[in-house]
């Protein structure tokens, strides 16, 4: 039956991960990161959203993640937003 059956996805524990082993790195981000330049993101909003999700009030898991991997990417490009 597994060989036969049709590819299926599947899913990370992102919530977890983020929580855990990754919350240091997002924590170091929020507090300082090009993303919080001139640019049209806002870190306060970034700060409440990453609050409510380490609080369990939201899964903003996946937003989170979004900001974290961008970051990781304007770093290692040494780029800025505009």
């Not at 919350?23 to 300082?32: G, H, I, K, L, Y």
């Not at 899964?59 to 990417?73: E, G, Y």
Request: a positive charge.
């Amino acid at each position: 039956d597994i060989i036969t059956r049709p590819k299926r996805g599947f899913a990370i524990p992102l919530a977890k991960w983020l929580r855990r082993e990754l919350a240091p790195q997002v924590e170091r981000f929020m507090s300082d990161s090009p993303l919080w330049g001139s640019g049209p993101l806002k870190p306060d909003r970034a700060r409440e959203i990453w609050t409510q999700f380490k609080e369990g009030y939201v899964d903003h898991s996946r937003t989170i993640w979004a900001l974290l991997v961008l970051h990781k990417w304007m770093e290692r490009h040494r780029a800025e937003i505009v």
